[in-house]
């Protein structure tokens, strides 16, 4: 168990990007099952009202700093976070050592146009990697033994599921045991980017904490969603600690 900081009651790891590939790799070692958040302010002002995604982040085994918001609310309360980490870059990361290693990857969830352009683009990018599997992210209840027929008898070793949040986080806490995948991740938009279909914010923007700007300027129907950023700063900023 690594080093957590408390940002409103949600355990953040303290890691660097290189360290949480590492813990990545190990959980792969293992082969038990493990799940894995990409924490942003977004998701931890859900986790306020959502009990049930509280509950799941208290219980994974690796959350991961994803956003400007989170690694702010940490530092002001005087914990030490190196970096942030991203989890699109998290993703990138560990599929560069999936085809480096000769780890197994499934892709799950998102549009099937954009799945089958973030795969193509994944092989094109990690030369060597082996995708054992897509499946797109539009399906009912009746087709959840189906999907859980296609990627157990794929049996990868890590499984990144693009549901957004908190549906990808509950689909993979309900199913973990079952799924038996050494590291399940929600990634979000992670396809969308791949795929070319979303752009990601300039460096600097990334690196300043601006990112969130440049999303609601590329997509302003995000705006209902980004009022949690300031709601979250006033409540980090009136001390209600984890």
């Known amino acids: 168990m690594g080093i957590k900081a408390m940002v409103l009651q949600v355990p953040i790891d303290i890691v660097t990007m290189a360290e949480a590939v590492a813990r990545l790799e190990e959980f792969i070692l293992k082969?038990?099952?493990h799940l894995i958040a990409t924490a942003n302010a977004e998701m931890v002002m859900l986790a306020q009202e959502d009990s049930d995604l509280a509950a799941i982040l208290a219980q994974c085994q690796l959350v991961v700093p994803d956003g400007a918001g989170v690694v702010w609310a940490a530092r002001h309360q005087g914990y030490t976070i190196p970096e942030r980490v991203a989890g699109y870059d998290l993703a990138q990361n560990l599929l560069a050592q999936a085809a480096q290693k000769g780890y197994s990857v499934f892709m799950f969830g998102s549009h099937p146009d954009i799945i089958s352009k973030a795969r193509q683009a994944a092989l094109?990018?990690?030369p060597g990697l082996t995708i054992v599997g897509t499946r797109h992210g539009f399906f009912g209840k009746e087709d959840e033994p189906e999907i859980m027929q296609?990627?157990?008898?794929?049996k990868p070793?890590?499984?990144?599921?693009?549901l957004g949040v908190p549906k990808q986080e509950k689909w993979l806490a309900r199913n973990l045991a079952k799924l038996n995948v050494p590291v399940c991740m929600g990634v979000g938009g992670t396809f969308d980017v791949m795929a070319g279909a979303v752009k990601r914010a300039p460096l600097w923007m990334q690196r300043t904490g601006l990112e969130w700007l440049f999303r609601l300027v590329r997509q302003p129907q995000r705006a209902l969603r980004m009022l949690a950023l300031p709601r979250f700063a006033v409540k980090v900023m009136l001390g209600k600690k984890g």
Not at 150 to 154: D, E, F, K, L, R
Not at 157 to 162: C, E, K, Q, S, Y
């Open 31 to 33: 082969r038990k099952p």
């Open 124 to 126: 094109e990018r990690y």
């Open 157 to 162: 070793d890590i499984l990144l599921a693009a």
């Open 150 to 154: 296609q990627i157990t008898a794929a």
